[in-house]
């Protein structure tokens, strides 16, 4: 029989403890703190495999109240710099210029070169 005698020792000479690197009960603490990563593991805890599963809802909330404490840390915020439109080469808008502007020069320039 597996039935633990008033001592809390089986009647094959194991004790059903936690802290036993062997026991069953201690493999179960692994899994359930496995399972919940969002607990205080010192706190899941117990005799029994019932009494570890009751520990888990303390451990719970007693690490999310440590987490509610802590300020999280706020990064900063780059600031959005303005992005120039993207123009691809060779589609620059045409330049208008002014002709009463223009050097005598350029103008007698222009005038040959549109004659012929």
Do not use: C, F, W
Not at 13 to 21: A, F, K, S, V
Not at 72 to 87: G, H, N
């Amino acid at each position: 029989m597996n039935d633990l005698d008033e001592t809390g020792r089986r009647e094959d000479g194991e004790t059903g403890r936690t802290d036993d690197p062997g026991s069953d009960v201690t493999a179960v603490r692994q899994l359930v703190l496995l399972a919940h990563p969002d607990t205080v593991p010192e706190l899941v805890a117990g005799e029994t495999v019932a009494a570890l599963l009751a520990s888990v809802e303390p451990a719970r909330a007693a690490y999310q109240r440590v987490m509610d404490s802590v300020p999280v840390p706020v990064a900063p915020v780059a600031p959005v710099l303005p992005v120039a439109p993207a123009v691809p080469a060779g589609a620059a808008p045409p330049l208008v210029v002014d002709p009463d502007r223009l050097p005598p020069g350029e103008k007698i320039r222009r005038g040959l070169a549109a004659r012929g």
